[in-house]
C-alpha cells in the first residue's frame, strides 16, 4: 500500500514557475513508477510525465515537452514535477499516481494522491 500527497500548488503569473512534490508513505516507494496527471475542469484527466522506478526513464506529454522536468528521489521517498514557463493553459489540478508499470493511461497507475491546484493566470 502506498499512500501519496501532494504540495506546491497554487496560483503564478504566465511565465512563472512551480515546483510540486509527491511524498510517498510505504517501503516499496522505490519500486513503484511514478506519474503525473492533471485534469482542467470539464476534461478528462491526461498525462502529464512519468518516470521509471529508478530515474532511468522519462516521458512528457507534448503540451509540457521543455518546460516540465520529472525527478524523484527514492532516499525521500518523492518525487517532483518542476514547471517553469507556466502558461494558462496548465491551470488543472495535478496528480501523482504509482504503478507498477510505465505507461501514460491512468488505468495503470495503482495509487493515487489527492491532488494540488495550479492556477496559471494571464
Known amino acids: 500500500q502506498v499512500q501519496l500527497v501532494e504540495s506546491g500548488g497554487g496560483l503564478v503569473q504566465a511565465g512563472g514557475s512551480l515546483r510540486l512534490s509527491c511524498a510517498a508513505s510505504g517501503r516499496t516507494f522505490s519500486s513503484y513508477a511514478m506519474g503525473w496527471f492533471r485534469q482542467a475542469p470539464g476534461k478528462e484527466r491526461e498525462f502529464v510525465a512519468n518516470?521509471?522506478?529508478?530515474?532511468?526513464?522519462?516521458y512528457y506529454a507534448d503540451s509540457v515537452k521543455g518546460r516540465f522536468t520529472i525527478s524523484r528521489d527514492n532516499a525521500k521517498n518523492t518525487v517532483y514535477l518542476q514547471m517553469n514557463s507556466l502558461k494558462p493553459e496548465d491551470t488543472a489540478v495535478y496528480y501523482c499516481a504509482a504503478g507498477g508499470t510505465l505507461g501514460m493511461n491512468p488505468r495503470v497507475y495503482n495509487y493515487w494522491g489527492q491532488g494540488t491546484q495550479v492556477t496559471v493566470s494571464s
Open positions: 518516470i521509471r522506478w529508478n530515474g532511468a526513464s522519462t
